[in-house]
């Protein structure tokens, strides 16, 4: 929850900026001017790093005794209160042989976060330079000596938004439900009705959750890379994009920043990209991203993951620690289940559910055979599930395997044609109107649209549209690869 207002909060005042959002309250007060933060980069290249205060500082780092006093200016940063919400209401009529159906459901969602005002304090960068100009860095350091073996950097705390009052963030969730005369199961764009005698009844749940945050805690920060030699010598990347690491035998130890990431097969993310055939990001990489170990498992398997990961669709905490626990796997980590202390108890079922169909212990036991390919195609799924907009996913979550089947024809037969597709071309179930209006909404809501004329259908993307194409279109290919056959 606090998560999710940070985030809701950068995203509004400083949209693709350096500022990132705080995600646990718990690293506060880690977040000092000067503090040191390592910064994993991920292993496929839509998704931005992540980032791991430590309780260290630059001057812990260095060689010698003399501590490094930070310069920080203090200014007055702004008043703010966001309410973020979305809400969603369906109506289903039906008859059941002689029995009329009536099914109707709303419900709704409200984040409402009031940090006040707030305060910036900024590190004096030029202070800094002169400050450690002629000081290296203690490559003994046990910090330095384990992100040698990772592909991680070391970045600094340059400036952090912190609230200046007590202040509160507030999560409301409200579900209601009508029923009369019988309850019908009805899948989104399916077919059949299954059916069990009910009473009209209403059914109402509500939820409220209120977090208080202190005066005094960040809820977002920049950061300034470090390039560091083997001889200790170090730099401080002073110009936005710039890649740090730390220097190894032959090459730097990191990898390419998600800011440099500029260019997706050849089109730069920043250039208008508007054609009619495939979107560029489709063709990008894609023999390396396989999910096709997925279509490999047994059918038992494939119907729980699909189940279990349809619910994460719809529970972005559960999603993201999934992808967590996954990455760690796959990179031959013990997940640190610490790390997490915010789930629920059905978050962590859930995730458990699904960990225990792929096969793995959780935490897992070592072992020298290597990453199961089944196990690379989920986490590659689940990332770039995890990378799809708030209202993809909830698409998503309820759509039906009938519906994803014929959507995943639509963009592979989109992304394979270098000519715009004729009307008749696709899939016949999204020839009906109301599958052809969710096929829009998927597209549209990762800010890709699809276009149709008289007799000619295409798509059409802008920029870094092109990269949420592609997530989306990995997201159906392997949901479709798991509920292929299954009713």
Not at 169 to 183: D, R
Request: hydrophobic share 35%; proline share 4%.
């Amino acid at each position: 929850m606090f998560s999710k207002a940070t985030a809701n909060f950068v995203r509004q005042i400083d949209p693709e900026g350096s500022l990132i959002h705080v995600s646990r309250v718990n690293d506060s007060h880690k977040l000092v001017p000067m503090a040191l933060v390592v910064k994993r980069n991920r292993i496929w290249f839509w998704q931005k790093p992540k980032y791991q205060p430590t309780v260290f500082t630059l001057s812990d780092l260095l060689q010698g005794d003399k501590m490094l006093i930070p310069g920080v200016s203090e200014t007055e940063f702004l008043t703010y209160k966001g309410t973020f919400g979305d809400k969603i209401s369906g109506k289903v009529d039906t008859e059941a042989g002689s029995v009329s159906v009536t099914l109707e459901g709303c419900g709704s969602s409200k984040l409402q976060s009031s940090f006040g005002t707030l305060k910036k304090e900024e590190l004096d960068v030029k202070k800094l330079l002169r400050d450690s100009s002629d000081r290296h860095v203690n490559m003994q350091h046990k910090l330095v000596q384990q992100l040698e073996k990772r592909s991680e950097v070391l970045v600094v705390v340059k400036e952090r938004i912190l609230t200046t009052s007590s202040c509160s963030v507030t999560q409301t969730k409200k579900e209601q439900c009508t029923f009369q005369g019988v309850l019908g199961l009805v899948g989104m764009l399916g077919s059949s009705v299954k059916v069990c005698v009910k009473d009209t009844n209403d059914i109402e749940t509500d939820s409220d959750v209120s977090l208080e945050i202190p005066a005094g805690t960040v809820i977002a920060y920049s950061i300034l890379e470090l390039e560091i030699k083997k001889n200790g010598h170090y730099d401080i990347c002073l110009q936005p994009g710039t890649i740090g690491g730390i220097e190894a035998d032959s090459t730097v130890l990191s990898w390419p920043s998600h800011e440099s990431l500029s260019m997706v097969d050849g089109k730069c993310n920043g250039e208008k990209v508007q054609e009619k055939g495939p979107s560029g990001a489709l063709q990008n990489g894609s023999q390396e991203m396989d999910l096709s170990p997925l279509a490999e498992l047994a059918q038992s398997v494939r119907r729980a993951l699909f189940k279990g990961l349809q619910e994460t669709l719809s529970d972005g905490t559960a999603l993201s620690y999934l992808q967590c626990v996954l990455e760690d796997l796959c990179c031959g980590e013990t997940p640190d289940m610490a790390k997490h202390e915010e789930l629920t108890e059905s978050q962590r079922k859930l995730v458990s559910a699904i960990l225990d169909q792929l096969g793995v212990d959780c935490p897992p036991e070592d072992s020298q055979g290597g990453v199961p390919a089944h196990l690379n195609a989920a986490h590659l799924l689940v990332s770039a599930m995890e990378e799809l907009p708030d209202e993809t996913l909830s698409l998503l979550s309820e759509t039906c395997p009938d519906f994803l089947e014929a959507f995943d024809t639509l963009v592979c037969r989109l992304k394979e044609s270098s000519e715009p597709l004729s009307i008749p071309c696709p899939p016949v179930l999204l020839q009906d109107s109301q599958a052809f209006q969710l096929a829009e909404q998927l597209l549209s809501s990762t800010s890709v649209t699809l276009r149709r004329d008289s007799d000619t259908l295409w798509v059409e993307a802008e920029g870094k549209a092109a990269v949420q194409l592609l997530v989306l279109y990995l997201s159906i290919h392997g949901l479709t690869l798991l509920s292929k056959g299954l009713k």
